[in-house]
């Protein structure tokens, strides 16, 4: 199984993508950060009558327009109006309502005219100068129309989202069921966090943590199952137990070409049906990719640097997972900004992700400064990082202040 790019890495993995997860009802205040399972329409016209868009006066705009400074309008105040009272009166010739910002504009009206331009005296307000119909009202349906579609699928439910169904009414939405996804760790060098380094050469496992954490963070119901060691009936029977509990399934470590690295041997063993093994990109070419379960669950064999397991779960494993929700965006977004220092490779066969971290300068530009080295096994860049700048095949050299492709985690 040969070397593959990255664009070819993710056409298999998208088109791998045979299903979404199953459709389920929740309320609003739980559905925010899941993605929209159906579509929705407005159930009314909004705004659903016409209101005042500021407190002030109710007024007949017609009669405003011979008012000004030297010979002001003199209208008499004939009582107020609070958002939520409904005024069924007509106004009178001559009158005007004091309204609050909110209220239903009263039958007649046709604008409001706002505190600071008039001069109240006793129960009559002055006015010095014409008031534009319409001016400070929202209108019935100004907003949105009957039946117009507020809700696409698949889209995500955002708190300004929640805003749109609650102000409907909507309490409950149908979203995509978040995916389940499995984080295993291996190396019988790892430990966990807390635990005591017993002897040289042991480290603390960073991957099944963080990868967790990112899944979490997006939406997906991770659970991480900690760290194994470099045991292949253990992780053999460990994997049978576990593998068809998740929509997906990530490993980390023991994916590359060394003796110890027993995940790519397992995979066969297990049924999983590898797509590719190795891709293009730095950092994290032994990236191995399968389904299984008659294509309908994925796994991810991501290499044990943390910055690699981490860099390709953002890349590879999230489109993925976005997908199977039913998303409509599978993308992290990207931004384009300036390098602060030049960036030089000896080896451009690659694609190259570098761990940035952004700033605007004075002028609202936005810029990219590298981490100070390109290590993928150097965990604090994690910490460090916003994204990854994307340096192209065949891209030795980008220079200072050169324009580059960000990737926001």
Not at 85 to 100: C, Q, R, S, T
Not at 177 to 189: D, H, I, K, N, Q
Not at 300 to 312: K, R
């Amino acid at each position: 199984m040969g070397l593959i790019s990255f664009e070819e890495a993710l056409e298999e993995i998208l088109s791998s993508v045979v299903r979404t997860t199953a459709p389920e009802l929740r309320f609003l205040d739980r559905a925010v950060g899941q993605v929209a399972a159906e579509e929705l329409k407005a159930t009314f016209n909004y705004p659903l009558f016409d209101y005042a868009a500021m407190d002030g006066f109710a007024v007949r705009s017609a009669e405003t327009a011979a008012a000004s400074p030297e010979r002001p309008l003199r209208l008499r105040v004939i009582k107020t109006v609070a958002a939520g009272e409904f005024v069924e009166e007509e106004l009178p010739p001559g009158g005007a309502y004091k309204i609050f910002t909110g209220a239903p504009l009263p039958p007649g009206a046709d604008a409001v005219v706002e505190l600071e331009k008039v001069k109240v005296e006793g129960d009559e307000v002055l006015l010095f100068e014409p008031v534009p119909e319409g001016a400070n009202v929202r209108f019935a349906g100004e907003y949105a129309k009957l039946g117009q579609t507020i809700l696409e699928r698949g889209e995500d439910i955002t708190p300004g989202k929640v805003a749109v169904l609650a102000a409907f009414g909507l309490g409950k939405v149908k979203v995509f069921t978040p995916p389940r996804v499995a984080v295993l760790s291996t190396g019988s060098e790892v430990r966990e966090p807390c635990e005591p380094l017993l002897r040289p050469g042991q480290i603390y496992d960073a991957n099944s943590h963080s990868l967790a954490a990112a899944a979490r963070r997006e939406g997906f119901e991770a659970v991480n199952l900690g760290n194994l060691p470099d045991e292949p009936k253990l992780l053999e029977d460990f994997l049978k137990e576990h593998l068809y509990g998740f929509d997906a399934f990530i490993t980390t470590g023991g994916v590359s070409a060394g003796e110890r690295d027993f995940i790519p041997e397992l995979v066969k063993r297990l049924g999983i049906e590898a797509k590719f093994h190795k891709v293009a990109i730095k950092p994290g070419k032994p990236t191995l990719f399968g389904t299984y379960d008659g294509g309908r669950r994925l796994f991810f064999g991501l290499p044990g640097n943390p910055v690699s397991a981490l860099v390709n779960f953002y890349l590879l494993v999230y489109p993925a997972l976005r997908k199977l929700q039913g998303a409509k965006r599978l993308f992290k977004p990207k931004v384009r900004a300036l390098l602060t220092e030049d960036f030089r490779r000896k080896n451009a066969s690659r694609r190259e992700f570098i761990r940035v971290r952004l700033s605007f300068g004075e002028d609202g530009t936005l810029f990219a400064t590298p981490y100070r080295n390109t290590s993928s096994g150097d965990v604090l860049s994690l910490g460090f990082a916003d994204g990854v700048a994307v340096i192209y095949e065949g891209v030795k050299e980008v220079e200072r202040n050169r324009p580059v492709e960000v990737v926001l985690f």
